[in-house]
């Protein structure tokens, strides 16, 4: 008698799976349809990915070697590779750019492409701030104290990887402007800073002597 039911039990699971396939199996077969094609089209996305950055370092290295032929060279075959590069080796490009400007004698033309890479949302944060830096860098010497000042003191913070450079101008724009006790106070600082770059904190502390005498 078990035997029976479980015919029938089987017959039953049997005629609903066949009703569940005419009902459903188009939507299912599109399902895997959609699941292997998904992976495949991935795998190929990451690899033309791969490529074409490979592709495009290979090219920026080309665009850095032009300038053995001179800086001008090299400055146009850089601007050209960053007009169509990805974000991130576009700022590579820029920066190598601006690297042969301050070459040439050309800083506030570097400080001005600086200010484009800082300026680009598209690009990493430490790019950013690096480039942030560097564009006050350039203006140190003949630059608004304050409005330079102002630029920096995001990137003077503890979490800041560019912060003991950053601490470094701004005491140099305290001198600048006049106010050579912050100047002293933060070299101060600096010198007695054991994470800060061993350059730095020498560099700091003959100056935080120097300005200490007056």
Avoid: C
Avoid at 11 to 20: F, G, N, P, S, W
Avoid at 142 to 161: E, F, H, N, R, V
Avoid at 163 to 185: H, M, P, S, Y
């Amino acid at each position: 008698m078990s035997d029976i039911f479980r015919e029938v039990d089987e017959d039953l699971r049997r005629d609903r799976a066949e009703h569940l396939f005419k009902k459903y199996g188009g939507a299912m077969i599109a399902a895997v349809v959609l699941i292997v094609a998904g992976t495949g089209g991935y795998s190929f996305w990451r690899h033309w990915q791969a490529q074409k950055k490979e592709e495009q370092t290979a090219a920026l290295v080309t665009a850095i070697a032009q300038s053995a032929q001179g800086p001008e060279k090299g400055v146009e075959a850089l601007a050209a590779f960053a007009g169509s590069a990805n974000p991130s080796l576009a700022a590579i490009a820029q920066f190598n750019a601006a690297a042969l400007m301050i070459r040439q004698g050309k800083p506030a033309e570097a400080a001005t492409v600086y200010d484009g890479i800082a300026g680009n949302g598209s690009v990493s944060a430490e790019y950013r701030d690096l480039a942030t830096l560097m564009a006050v860098m350039q203006r140190t010497d003949g630059g608004d104290p304050a409005q330079l000042t102002a630029k920096l003191q995001p990137l003077t913070a503890d979490g800041s990887p560019w912060r003991f450079t950053a601490r470094e101008l701004t005491a140099v724009l305290a001198v600048r402007a006049g106010d050579t006790e912050k100047a002293r106070t933060l070299f101060k600082q600096l010198a007695d800073d054991q994470q800060a770059p061993s350059g730095v904190r020498s560099r700091a502390a003959d100056l935080a002597t120097l300005y200490g005498k007056g």
